[in-house]
């Protein structure tokens, strides 16, 4: 990775950064939101392998549009074309409502593309990891599983795209019981 492209991973940790200053994790610590997409990447780059700038960019700003303000146009501008689409692409429309979103994520798993599908896993990892490591408040042990069992068809449907993050998340899905 040369100059430029850490130049450019920085560019995208910093305007996700400002995105999501003022957001928290639901988490009891309520931990700053911005600690989930730069771990997301974190997973991509440090435990998958993937060195794919437009991937780790997608990874850092992943939850821009969904969460804040952020439009396709301006990631587009900012970012360019690729970095946009892979964005699109694990975007969920808000203006649904939550259940056809993720009934819409389990459908859509299979039609990605690789990126899209590698920072998908990542962000499915993340997440399970994370309430494995403190529930989020006002969710129960039954939400928790429910959560892990819609997670589990998402990951079906992005199977054979990096063996690193699915034997890690198929181990999260044995410890909870979670199978087909």
Known sequence: MDRSDVELI????????EKH????????????YINHPIG????????AGISDLVVLQAALLHDTVEDTNTTFPELEEKFGLEVKKVVEEVTDDKTLPKMRRKQLQIEHAP?????????????????????????????????VQEYFQWAFQVVNGLRDTNVVMEKQLDQLFKERGVTA
């Not at 200053?21 to 700053?32: G, I, L, M, S, V």
């Not at 990126?115 to 399970?128: F, Q, T």
């Open 111 to 143: 039609h990605c593309s690789h990126r899209a599908k590698l920072v998908k896993l990542a962000d499915k990892l993340y997440n399970l990891r994370d309430l494995n490591r403190s529930t989020p408040q006002g969710w129960s042990e039954e939400r």
């Open 10 to 17: 920085l560019e995208a940790a910093n305007f996700a950064a």
């Open 40 to 47: 997301v990447a974190r997973i991509l780059s440090h435990e």
């Open 21 to 32: 200053k003022a957001q928290r994790r639901k988490d009891a610590e309520e931990t700053p």
